[in-house]
Structures are given as structure tokens and as C-alpha cells.
């Protein structure tokens, strides 16, 4: 998984960021930015989980990723244009940091060290999101899908004796959500899996019992990229 990026920096470089950002309390449901916004402001999750997206028309949005405690979002403007190409959602009530513009310039400017830090990050999240369009283009509908459910596993599996056992609730809404596909097109491939032997599940809970057929399907032998989580 990807380090989050305030764990990656020292003492004394998380204590400057800290200094020069502010703290805010935001509501479960509440947008910090949409898509087109100035991007006058990144922002680091002291606690909660935010949800960044991009509308695809049609009333329908995927998942770019999620983030959580320790991490950064808001780089998709702040470092690369004068907008957000993306917009961030509260999925749980979160307090959040954030900093203007100019004063994260002038603190990466005046510190090699921190500036490296966030390099690597944006560059590793960068490969970790490139992997994940990859995947939810390439390889159509299922892939898709299978996609989500390898990255859930990453996140919340446990290897027992049956395969691998997902300890966090999987709705098939979130999915669909998080691809851009319909909610019956999800549960029609979830019940083909189920029919095959290949998942299984207690309600909202999930067991991969093949893992090698999602791996094949998405061609994961010839991908580098580790950090495969949602």
C-alpha cells in the first residue's frame, strides 16, 4: 500500500507543515472542492476519509481513489494547474488540514527535504492511479470488477484455509460506484462469480476463493505496480 505522506515526513518537517495549516471539521456527505474549483488549497486527513471522483456524464462518477488518515489530496491542482481536475467528498465526518497555495510553495521551496518527500508520493500515487484506469478500461465490465475486489483484499484481507476472507463490508453499490458501471451489471457478474465457485458471501461479507482467476483476468503477472488498493 501506499505510505500515506505525513508518516513519510520527520519530526521537525511534519511539525512545520502542521504550523502553517489550519484545521476544519467536515461533515459525512459534505464536498471540500469540485471539479473546476480554484485549487487554492492541499489538504492533509487527520482523521476520516475523503473520496476523490470525476464525473463521466450520464448522471455517473468513478472513484480516483480514497483517502484516509496521514494523507495528502488535492494535488491534482495545487501541483498541476490553476483548478482541481477532481472533486473530494466526505465519506465519514473528518477533520482535515489544509494549506494555501502560496505557503506550501514557499515552505517546499525553502526545504529540499520535504520537497522529496512529496515528490516521491505524487509519484507513486500517480503510478498506483494509472494502474487502477488500466484496469477499469482495459478489461471491460469484469475486469472491473475484479479490479475492486483484488484492492479490497489488499486492504482488508485475511489469507485463511477457504481463500481470502474481505473484513470490511463490499456493497454492491460502492462498486458500482467506484467504477462507473451500473449496479446491475455489477450483480449480474458477482452472481456469475457465486454460480462458479470462484467468491462466495455472507451478506455484505466476501471470500475469494480464486484469486488466480482474478490475477489472469487483469493480467497481473505483467504489472509492477504494488500498491494496489482502492
Known sequence: MVEPLLKRLDTYDYDMLIAHSKLTEIKKGAYIYTEKTPSNYLYFIHQGNIRILKEIGDGKEITIFSRWKDDIFGEMGVFSGETYSTTA????NSF???ISKGKLNALLAQNGRMSLQFTKWVATSLESSNAKMRDYV????EGAIA?????YSNMYGIVTTEGICITEPVRITDISKQIGISRETVSRVVKK???KGIIKNDNKYFLIKDMHYFRKLLGCQYCGVTNCVI
Do not use: D, E, T
Not at 89 to 92: E, H, M, R
Open 193 to 195: 462469480w457465486k454460480q
Open 89 to 92: 467528498k466526505a465519506q465519514k
Open 138 to 141: 482495459a478489461f471491460g465490465s
Open 96 to 98: 482535515i488540514y489544509y
Open 147 to 151: 479490479s475492486v475486489f483484488i484492492r
